[in-house]
């Protein structure tokens, strides 16, 4: 039986189901006659017990996975949360009751938000059980040990849980509830956990089933043959093969080389990127260091982290994006306008544009940080439109000390002009998660638009050639720096398209490098050919596919 999700990365697991342990079953509403002051100092305990706890885990976790529990714990305590449980004690109900029905109410708020809010609700429901839990002296919910290996699978796990997964025990992941932007699916990507999320069916899984796990193909096969099986345990020995290989630099089979550089958040980031073969940044998000402030970071505290970062990367370009502040990462310091639609509004340069003050201390902040490093510093502006906004971003970066100053490719009018706006600055790099959002006019945080956020589309895959024929002709380079470049079949579409560099989570970076080299740049615009007559995404997919595998120069298995 074949059951449908999310693939997150490229791996493939096989092994036997253990399924994560029921919660815990719903406190009954019944009226306490306990001392409601002294029922809401246990409740208070119990919350600060579980925070602790969470912190601690996340501590003992680190990366991602820290802020995550981190945020968690502040969850636990938060309070307004305290005030609710408090309240609904006072009404007479038991401490379990009260906890349940707080954490409910603002579980089922940001579920009604959607999207991104809305992936958090299930944390929500994780934290409550643990303070249920520990009420009721049971231990914590979490992940079964049976003692073998085994594959995991849950309604949704918590992000306690899967950032302390044994990896030597849990073979693979496969989750009923979550999406690609899940807790679940962000930690599974950095843990390199071979993981389905969102997998519906995989409800009806039963512990000891053998299954096989195939993010690559958005798959997992319950009960399969002899034959996939086998197919399946060839495919984990490549894999395994080509994690042992030594990193190599990006390129394809007939030596065109291909960058393959990194996407960060955070200078704290940049040593693991380079353990895994990052030859440089394609996108340094800084909008990330700041989400929290409330007035914009002084020049200062920029330059100490970007030198942190530049230092990270010797003699190695370096991409640093000015602040992508609206929509959904909004700076209370740059966006205070509330707005219908965020996304078409007061966003990326906009925003800078529109407080000029802030644009200039960071790209001081910038030059200062190059000036005293080996890296190779260039900066773009996010959100660009118009040719006005490239010149206006590069005359501004220049009279500041920056010696490369480009522009993210995230809007159908630049991918449209990109020979124009190519011409007013020194790079394109093209964020195909905005301009897959904004070509398709699909919300990327929205759910029920998400098969539209397809960056195989032929639309989205005919802007980015529009892109890459503009590079060539005014031979300046353009790099690809959304979640595209992350999936090895269609890097090679995009290099097939144009692309110069390719820009990843450092976890991709292997996969997308044994898939390049493969093919060679006849082979890989052949592909790219292929998909661009498709009528759709999943048939510009299946084209990519079939010309991939009849490529005269391939050589090894096809990549999904
Ligand atoms: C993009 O839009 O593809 C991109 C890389 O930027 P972000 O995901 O940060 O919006
Ligand atoms: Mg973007």
Not at 112 to 139: C, F, N, T, W
Not at 364 to 387: F, N, Q, R, Y
Not at 530 to 552: T, V, W
Request: charge should be negative; hydrophobic fraction near 50%; aromatic fraction near 4%.
């Amino acid at each position: 039986m074949e059951i449908r999700g999310t693939g997150i990365g490229q791996g493939v697991a096989v092994g036997p189901v253990v399924r994560m342990a029921a919660p815990l079953p719903e406190p009954v509403d019944r009226p306490s006659h306990l001392d409601p002051e002294r029922e809401a100092e246990r409740a208070r305990a119990s919350m600060s017990v579980v925070a602790a706890e969470l912190a601690d885990r996340g501590a003992k976790a680190g990366g991602a996975a820290q802020d995550v529990l981190e945020a968690q714990a502040m969850m636990a305590e938060d309070p307004s949360l305290i005030d609710e449980v408090t309240k609904l004690l006072a009404t007479g109900k038991t401490a379990e009751r009260a906890v349940y029905e707080a954490f409910a109410a603002y579980r089922d708020l940001l579920a009604g938000m959607g999207g991104y809010m809305g992936e958090r609700a299930a944390d929500l429901d994780d934290i409550s059980q643990r303070v249920i839990a520990h009420l009721q002296k049971l231990p914590a919910p979490g992940v079964p040990n049976p003692g073998y290996p085994f594959v995991l699978v849950a309604r949704d796990l918590a992000p306690a849980d899967t950032a302390m997964l044994d990896l030597d025990q849990v073979l693979g992941l496969v989750t009923v509830d979550g999406g690609p932007t899940s807790h679940t699916a962000i930690l599974a990507r950095e843990k390199s956990i071979v993981a389905v999320v969102g997998a519906t069916d995989a409800a009806s899984l039963a512990d000891g089933d053998i299954v096989v796990v195939d993010a690559a193909n958005d798959l997992v096969i319950a009960r399969p043959s002899d034959a996939q099986v086998a197919d399946a345990e060839a495919r984990i020995a490549e894999r395994a093969a080509m994690e042992a290989a030594p990193v190599t630099p990006g390129a394809l089979a007939d030596g065109t080389p291909v960058p393959l550089l990194a996407n960060l958040g955070s200078a704290d980031a940049a040593a693991e990127a380079v353990r895994l073969g990052a030859e440089g940044v394609g996108l340094f998000r800084t909008e990330f260091l700041f989400l929290d402030a409330n007035t914009a970071p002084s020049v200062r505290e920029q330059q100490e982290h970007y030198t942190r970062l530049l230092t990270a990367f010797p003699g190695r370009k370096v991409v640093v994006r000015v602040l992508d502040a609206g929509a959904d990462k909004p700076l209370s310091f740059l966006n205070d306008a509330p707005e219908d639609n965020p996304a078409l509004g007061l966003r990326g340069i906009r925003a800078l544009r529109h407080s000029e003050v802030i644009l200039r201390e960071q790209l001081t902040a910038l030059a200062a940080a190059d000036a005293a490093t080996d890296a190779e510093l260039w900066v773009m502006a996010p959100m660009v439109a118009t040719v006005d906004e490239t010149r206006y971003f590069t005359t501004l970066a220049r009279e500041l000390g920056i010696k490369v100053a480009g522009v993210m490719v995230e809007t159908p009018s630049a991918a449209l002009i990109a020979d124009r706006i190519l011409g007013a600055c020194d790079f394109a790099s093209i964020g195909t998660n905005d301009l897959t959002q904004y070509t398709m006019a699909a919300d990327r945080l929205l759910g029920t638009v998400a098969n539209l956020q397809d960056s195989w589309h032929p639309a989205v895959l005919r802007l980015i050639g529009e892109v890459g024929a503009a590079g060539a002709e005014l031979g300046k380079p353009v790099g690809i720096c959304g979640e595209a470049a992350a999936d090895p079949l269609l890097a090679v579409v995009l290099v097939g398209l144009g692309a110069t560099s390719l820009s990843m989570s450092p976890s991709a970076l292997a996969d997308v490098r044994a898939s390049l080299a493969r093919y060679t740049l006849g082979d890989a615009k052949a592909i790219a050919e292929s998909a661009l007559a498709a009528d759709g995404a999943a048939e510009a997919k299946q084209a990519a596919r079939r010309a991939a595998e009849s490529a005269p120069t391939a050589s090894g298995t096809t990549v999904s």
